[in-house]
């Protein structure tokens, strides 16, 4: 077959969730004798043609002009240089920047190649956004889910919001991590922790990730275990949760030193999970492939993904309740929880059967539209 991967910021991964995505999936599937292409942005570092059997197409993106807004362009570039190229599958990581290109181009009409959408998160939910964002998003969400001949979603939560909203069926395929086995104390030090003595929080500095909530709590809970909060906090709610909690709290900034965040996370007493408008968060599957104890906000998605293997957190009270009581959760729930989620990522989330189910996805779009 012949796929190619668009609307990630390009391989080698130097950003997050879909360029991690497109990394391991291209070059697995590569590996399996099919021709791969991934799209980059002209401002990737990666200059070459190929990587690890994979091509690389560079596309021009004006980012380095007028911000985020050239994401529009770099996805209508990308997607109407694919069209015009002997792809059997089209690939499209996230909707916004590409929903009205599926208009303007016209992509129902095409037989090949078949386009398939990732549908990422409920986007428009996100707080950072303003009234009219979000509007502008849940139009943008409503053209993706109408015009595109495909749709996967990453979590049977996010399936089950577009059966319920548009009645529209997707293909349930899930990201992946990699189980970890070995880990270093002597991350440790550095943030003046011990192991099995502290608290750890890794997520983006966005009021949806319930970081304000936890942090309070937390709080509230006068426990004596420090919290270590890792992502990089410069923007204005970041700057404002470094501020407002000072006492046990340590902001570590953003850490982008895989074997460090495995550690910390493998050597935490609990690894909270805020998450409350994604799908598959690629951050939890790696707390699950460290073998961390997750406390993770009720709703869908988390619970999509964890099942009961996790304790589970609405508000303050409940919040405040589990600090309170962490020695019991740890001697009660804690080596069952991290042993059942550290098997469910070698046998549902490994990259290898992710790739299995893409592959054989493709395979059969292909078939079916002969």
């Known amino acids: 077959m012949k796929i190619a991967f668009l609307g990630t910021k390009g391989i080698p991964n130097n950003y997050g969730g879909f360029e991690q995505f497109a990394e391991y999936i291209s070059v697995l599937l590569a590996a399996k004798g099919h021709e791969v292409t991934v799209y980059n942005p002209s401002f990737h570092p990666w200059s070459q043609q190929k990587y690890r059997g994979v091509s690389i197409v560079r596309i021009s993106s004006p980012e380095n002009i007028i911000g985020s807004a050239a994401n529009f362009i770099y996805d209508h570039l990308c997607l109407k240089h694919a069209l015009q190229q002997d792809y059997d599958i089209i690939y499209e990581a996230g909707y916004h920047s590409v929903a009205m290109s599926y208009k303007l181009l016209k992509i129902k009409k095409y037989q090949k190649p078949i386009i398939i959408t990732n549908m990422d998160g409920i986007e428009w939910k996100r707080s950072k956004w303003n009234f009219l964002v979000r509007k502008l998003i849940k139009s943008l969400e409503k053209i993706a889910v109408k015009e595109s001949p495909y749709l996967i979603s990453d979590n049977p939560g996010i399936r089950q919001y577009y059966l319920d909203e548009f009645n529209r069926e997707s293909y349930f395929l899930p990201y992946g991590a990699d189980p970890v086995n070995e880990f270093d104390e002597g991350h440790l030090s550095k943030h003046n922790v011990n192991k099995n003595n502290f608290f750890l929080l890794i997520a983006r500095m966005e009021p949806e990730n319930n970081i304000e909530l936890i942090l309070e709590s937390y709080k509230k809970s006068g426990h004596s275990f420090p919290f270590l909060v890792v992502g990089n906090y410069t923007n ?83 919040l405040i309740n589990h600090f309170k009581s962490m020695d019991q959760i740890m001697f009660n729930n804690a080596p069952s929880f991290k042993e059942k989620n550290f098997q469910k990522i070698i046998h549902q989330y490994n990259w290898e059967l992710i790739a299995d189910q893409h592959e054989e996805l493709f395979s059969s779009l292909i078939k079916k539209n002969l």
């Open 236 to 318: 204005a709610f970041g700057r404002q949760m470094a501020s407002k909690y000072k006492s046990g709290v340590h902001f570590t900034g953003g850490i982008y030193n895989k074997k460090e965040l495995d550690s910390l996370r493998y050597f935490s007493s609990a690894y909270f999970h805020g998450h409350s408008v994604g799908g598959t968060n690629p951050s939890l599957l790696e707390a699950m492939a460290c073998r961390s104890m997750i406390v993770a906000h009720d709703n869908a998605f988390n619970r999509g993904v964890l099942g009961e293997e996790a304790v589970y957190f609405n508000d303050e009270r409940e």
